[in-house]
């Protein structure tokens, strides 16, 4: 069974921090990476594609290493608005999306 | 440009009982998805669709549930009879091509009974 794990947190920080999400994958045919965010009652969103060079959107830095079958979200300076589960997906080309359970992020002042 | 539409919102339904949950996905998207969320756990898919065909149905339980995409368009998912474990959020969601960037509806949280 191909699955994504995550830590399910809480990760409970102050303002200001910087906050690193894991997930390790199974498939090591998985060809496609995705940190969705999902906000309490609410659908999910996508927050950034996850490329093998790894890629940056502001204060969020994906990273990939296929070799260990391992993907990192990295949230700099924590805003209140960053509170949110944030969702790990993978897929193999050709078959459907793969969610992890989500990591719970709390950002307090 | 309007999202994902889905309803109703809400659903409380007793066992047994039926319930259906319809999805009209972003104009032009021939890709739709039916996932299933219990809480505390992210989205499984339950069903694929490319246009009015089935891609992917494999987590589907068949002997209750069933969906439909007749024109390609709009979709229906059908539970029958509902069980108490049947009970989360039925998210909807379309891509324009199949398993690229996936757009979610607000979803239909379903309670059983």
């Known amino acids: 069974r191909k699955e994504v794990e995550q830590d399910p947190g809480p990760f409970n920080v102050p303002e200001g921090a910087t906050v690193a999400f894991n997930c390790t994958y199974s498939?090591?045919?998985?060809?496609?990476f995705f940190w969705y965010r999902q906000d309490c009652r609410k659908e999910p969103k996508l927050l950034m594609s996850v490329y093998s060079s790894g890629n940056e959107d502001g204060r969020f830095t994906a990273q990939l290493n296929r070799a260990s079958q391992y993907i990192s979200l990295l949230i700099r300076d924590s805003k209140l608005s960053d509170s949110a589960t944030y969702l790990c997906v993978v897929n193999e080309a050709g078959t459907a999306l793969i969610f992890g359970k989500g990591t719970t992020l709390s950002v307090s002042s | 440009e309007a999202g994902v539409a889905q309803s109703p919102r809400y659903k409380i339904i007793e066992k047994r009982q039926s319930v259906a949950f319809w999805c009209n996905p972003i104009?032009?998207?021939?890709?739709l998805y039916w996932y299933q969320q219990i809480l505390g756990q992210g989205p499984k898919l339950l069903i694929q669709?490319?246009?009015?065909?089935?891609?992917?149905d494999s987590q589907l339980p068949k002997d209750r549930f069933s969906a439909e995409r007749l024109k390609g368009v709009d979709s229906t998912l059908k539970i029958q009879p509902a069980k108490l474990e049947d009970s989360a959020v039925y998210l909807c969601?379309?891509?324009?091509?199949?398993?690229?960037?996936?757009?979610f509806g607000p979803g239909t949280r379903l309670t059983v009974t």
């Open positions: 104009s032009g998207h021939a890709t």
């Open positions: 669709f490319q246009n009015n065909g089935v891609v992917d």
């Open positions: 498939n090591s045919a998985s060809q496609s």
């Open positions: 969601a379309s891509s324009s091509l199949p398993n690229y960037e996936q757009y």
